[in-house]
């Protein structure tokens, strides 16, 4: 894994070709799952769940193109500010260094009140995250991946052929926040020398107020059924080990590269379309009552970005070119329900979409060519998980 690995739990949406405010769920905008429609065209579920409504869409946020070069990896909401970031690789003029291990840099842009007060703030993290003092080891970055109001970068330093008598490589991850004039700050959350019990990877697991990190020790060997996640919190204390008996069975958990989060002690993982549940407190799985294998849907369609809240998640999937925003309810027994999905009107080439809450509202962020320019839109829509 000497890769840049952008693992991004984010991608791709559109915007709307429609006037600057619009005010209702006009076009395309209409619920697809709702169980009921209102004459407003507010949707509702049967509960009396208010519906996602289309509060306002801007066609170019700022009123201008995207400050930042490069494709956008990641918006957010914070407090009032929208930031708007861009990691960019960055080659390293260095032996230790293959073409295939790059740095990078980080640009930042923020909005304030849909105006931009920070345009393109450039922070090269060289010297922060890749800060080995042995001139012969060499430091990668094994992955980067975004909560949703921090930037976390997982690094690690190998130490072969340095003669050093203990040459176990040292993971280190590395949480980055940004103030509202555009500095990024780096605090270092993890630094851990590998054992040798098997080989490790490390990972982020997302939570409504703060993230768990994960440490994934395995064999290579098809003979070792070592298979085991350490879930640990943000100051490295454990809060459970996860053991996979037989690696080869359906009851297999897999956290690298898939949905994973964290809500009232329940372990949710797997795809939007066939998630799992693991139980923190019963360290099992939560089963059907036959004993058979429990899968249930997030979100229809396929991942494209997605933000927790306390007991939900708001998501953004794709279905063949559509896009819709949807809102899911977990339960404390492990389940999920969709509760609302709408189709989000979009007129122009999707490239990303993001999504991201404030107080009032769920914003969608897409970027499209608007005008010739790299440009985000934005659709605002009423939160339906405050009631």
């Known amino acids: 894994m000497k890769k840049l690995m952008i ?22 905008g209409h619920s697809k799952i709702a169980k009921a429609v209102s004459n407003e065209g507010e949707t509702s579920d049967s509960e009396g769940q208010k519906g996602l409504t289309l509060v306002k869409n801007i066609d170019q946020l700022g009123m201008e193109p995207i400050p930042n070069p490069g494709d956008t990896d990641y918006i957010f909401e914070k407090d009032g500010y929208t930031y708007v970031l861009t990691v960019n690789a960055q080659d390293v003029e260095s032996e230790l260094f293959s073409p295939d291990d790059l740095a990078f840099s980080l640009n930042v842009s923020v909005l304030k009140d849909d105006k931009w007060i920070v345009k393109n703030k450039v922070t090269d993290l060289l010297n922060q995250v890749w800060n080995t003092k042995n001139e012969k080891a060499k430091t990668w970055t094994s992955s980067i991946e975004f909560t949703n109001s921090a930037m976390y970068v997982l690094t690690t330093t190998d130490f072969a052929g340095t003669g050093e008598s203990t040459e176990q490589p040292i ?8 103030s509202n004039d ?7 959350i993890l630094n851990k020398r590998e054992t040798t019990e098997g080989n490790f990877n490390y990972g982020i697991v997302n939570n409504f107020e703060h993230p768990y990190l994960f440490e994934h020790i395995y064999s290579s060997s098809l003979d070792d059924n070592l298979d085991k996640y350490n879930i640990l919190s943000e100051d490295d204390k454990l809060i459970t080990t996860i053991t996979n008996s037989d690696p080869n069975s ?13 809500n009232d002690g329940i372990l949710y993982f797997g795809g939007m379309k066939h998630a799992q549940s693991y139980s923190l407190k019963k360290n099992d799985l939560i089963w059907n009552a036959d004993g058979s294998k429990f899968e249930f849907p997030i979100a229809d369609g396929n991942a494209q970005s997605y933000s927790l809240e306390k007991n939900g998640v708001y998501t953004v999937t794709r279905i063949k070119s559509d896009y819709l925003l949807g809102y899911t309810q977990l339960d404390s027994d492990g389940s999920a329900r969709e509760i609302n999905s709408v189709l989000i009107p979009s007129n122009l080439d999707i490239k990303q979409v993001f999504v991201s809450e404030d ?17 985000i839109q934005k659709y605002i829509y009423s939160r339906i998980d405050q009631k």
């Open 7 to 28: 693992l991004l739990l984010l991608a791709m949406l559109v915007a709307s070709g429609c006037g600057k405010d619009t005010t209702s769920n006009n076009g395309k």
């Open 171 to 178: 993971h280190q991850i590395h949480r980055i926040t940004f």
């Open 182 to 188: 555009g500095v990024a700050q780096d605090t270092m």
């Open 250 to 262: 359906d009851s297999k958990i897999e956290l690298l590269g898939n949905l994973s989060f964290i």
């Open 359 to 375: 107080s009032k509202n769920v914003n969608v962020y897409t970027i499209v060519d608007y005008k010739g320019k790299s440009t």
